[in-house]
C-alpha cells in the first residue's frame, strides 16, 4: 500500500508534500512578510531513488524515430539510479499494446509512450495511469489527458510558422515572389499543422505567393519522385519549404539532376546531412526547422523526477509540468555549429 499511495500522489499531484511544505512553512521562524522558499528538491544529476523507467515507441523506420531512441537511451544512461525497459518498437497497434501492458504488468514506475498512433493507444495509457504507472506522452498525443501524466512532444504548427517567417524574410523585398511547398503525408495531422502554420506566416508578407504544394511520404524516394514533379510544373520560384529532412535527400536528388540553383530551400526536423549541407553552403539548402528528437531524452529527464517525486529545476512548483512544448528554432549557417551536435542519422 505505501507504494501505491506514493504512486497516486504522483498522479493527481503532490498534496502531502504540497501540505508538508505549508505545515514547515507556517512553524517556521520566518516572519509573515517574507514567502517561504520552496525547498521541495528538484530534479538534479545527483543519485536518488532507484526508478524503473518502461519505453514504448514505434518501430525506428525513420532517421528521426530511430534518433528518438537513441536519446532516450543515452540519457538513461547518464544516470546510475535509472533502469531502462525498452520495447522493441511496432508500427502495429496491438502489437505496440501488447509490448505496453507487458511493461505494466512488470510494474515498472515510470512509462515514456511515443504511441504510433496516439488514439489507438489512449486506452492503454489509461491502463497504466490507473495501474498507479505515471505516463509520459511523447509527441504524438493520446485523446485523453487522464492517459498521461505529463505530455512533451514538438510544435508542427510552429515549424511551419517559423519556416514561413525565415523564407519571409529572406524574400520581403522581392517583388511578386513565388514560393512552393514540399508537404509530408496529407492524413497525418502533423502535416495539415505545418502547412497551416507556414501559410499563417506568408500572410504576412503580400508580396510573396504560394504557387505550388505537392505532398510527399517521408521518405527519401518519395521525395524525389514528387520534387521532381514540382520542378517540371514550375520553371521559376524564389523558395522551398520542405517538411521533413529524410525525404529532403530525395528532393535534393532532384535538384540536382534538374540543374537548378535557382532557389533557396528550407527543410525541417533537423538531419544531421541537412546541417552539413548547411555548413558546406553549396546547395540551395539554407535551413532546416527543428522538431527535436531530443525531446526523448528530456522524457527521461521528466520520467526520472516524476518516480523520484521531484520537480523541475529552475521552476518554482513542487511537480513536473502536465505538457511541454518544445521550440522549432531555424538553424541556418550562423547558428549551425551550435545545433550541428543534434543532427540525427
Known sequence: MPELTSR?????????????????????????????????????????KQVTIGFAGPQ?????????????????????????????????????????????????????????????LTQVGLQAMRAGIPVVNLDRIFNSPQAYRCWIGGDNYGMGLNAGHYIGEKLKDKKNARVIELAGLDNLELTQQRTQGFDAALKNYPNIKKVARQAAEFTVESGQAKMSQLLQAQSKFDALWNHDDDQGVGAMRAIEQAGRDDFLMVGGAGALSAMQAIESDNSVLKAT???????AASAIDLARALGQGKGVGGLAEFEIPASLTLYSAVVDKENVKQYMSTGFK
Open 289 to 295: 526547422v527543428l522538431y527535436p528528437p531530443t525531446m
Open 8 to 48: 497516486r500522489g504522483l498522479l493527481f499531484g503532490t498534496a502531502a508534500v504540497s501540505a508538508g511544505v505549508l505545515l514547515a512553512g507556517c512553524t517556521s521562524n520566518e516572519s509573515d512578510d517574507e514567502p517561504a522558499s520552496n525547498d521541495q528538491p528538484a530534479a538534479d544529476d545527483k543519485p536518488g
Open 60 to 120: 525506428a523506420d525513420h532517421g528521426w524515430l530511430n534518433a528518438i531512441n537513441d536519446n532516450a537511451k543515452s540519457r538513461a544512461k547518464k544516470y546510475k539510479d535509472v533502469t531502462l525497459e525498452i520495447t522493441e518498437g511496432s508500427n502495429d497497434t496491438a502489437a505496440q499494446i501488447g509490448q505496453i501492458e507487458t511493461l505494466i504488468n512488470k510494474k515498472v514506475d515510470v512509462l515514456v509512450v511515443l504511441p504510433a498512433d496516439g488514439k489507438a
